[in-house]
Structure formats: C-alpha cells, structure tokens
Nanobody, 115 residues
Framework: QVQLVESGGGLVQAGGSLRLSCAAS????????MGWYRQAPGKQRELVAA???????NYADSVKGRFTISRDNAKNTVYLQMSSLKSEDTAVYYC?????????WGQGTQVTVSS
C-alpha cells in the first residue's frame, strides 16, 4: 500500500531554516502530484506548496520566496526547504500524494518556530 513518511521537523529559532523530506513507497512516484500541507492548532489544514509530475510548482502566498518544494524521482522523495522561518509557520506539516485519483497522507511532522 501507499506509504508516505515525513522527516526533518523540529524546533528552530525565528529566521532559521529546516528541510522536510517525505519518502514515498507503494506508488508510481514519478507521475504523482506531491504537496505539503500544514495545520496549526485550532486552524484548518492548508496547502503550503505543491509540485506536479512535470515539476511545476505553486505556493501559498504566505510562504512565497521563503519555501521551496522539490522532488527527486530517483529517490521517490519530495522535499520542502523552509527558510526565514516565522513563528506563524509553527504547525504540523503533512506530506500529500495525489495518485490514481486518490489522496494519500503522511503521519505529519511537527515544526515549531520560537520567536
């Protein structure tokens, strides 16, 4: 079955950087659309960044210029490079895969930005 395993979360000071990774298995990764979502306490889950199988990307306005999504099809892995982190970036970050008209989710990784 499809599995998405996130890693790379943690505690970082405001202005710092983190890189999240999501390793996928059980799917044809190269043709899947991949994305990162986040959910802060008391808020709805929101899209942070997405990357299509073609490599085209889109970002939430709140992270444009600070976050970069990328994928390595040889490693079945999608990354989220986060820079200039702010306290409002604190959330659980989830990896998403859209493949064969289904959505798959990872278990989430906590990112905490201290001010």
């Amino acid at each position: 079955q499809v599995q998405l395993v996130e890693s790379g979360g943690g505690l970082v000071q405001a202005g710092g950087s983190l890189r999240l990774s999501c390793a996928a298995s059980g799917m044809t990764f190269s043709i899947a659309a991949m994305g990162w979502y986040r959910q802060a306490p008391g808020k709805q889950r929101e899209l942070v960044a997405a990357i299509a199988s073609s490599g085209s990307t889109n970002y939430a306005d709140s992270v444009k210029g600070r976050f970069t999504i990328s994928r390595d099809n040889a490693k079945n892995t999608v990354y989220l490079q986060m820079s200039s982190l702010k306290s409002e970036d604190t959330a659980v970050y989830y990896c998403n895969a859209r493949w064969t008209w289904h959505d798959y989710w990872g278990q989430g990784t906590q990112v905490t930005v201290s001010s």
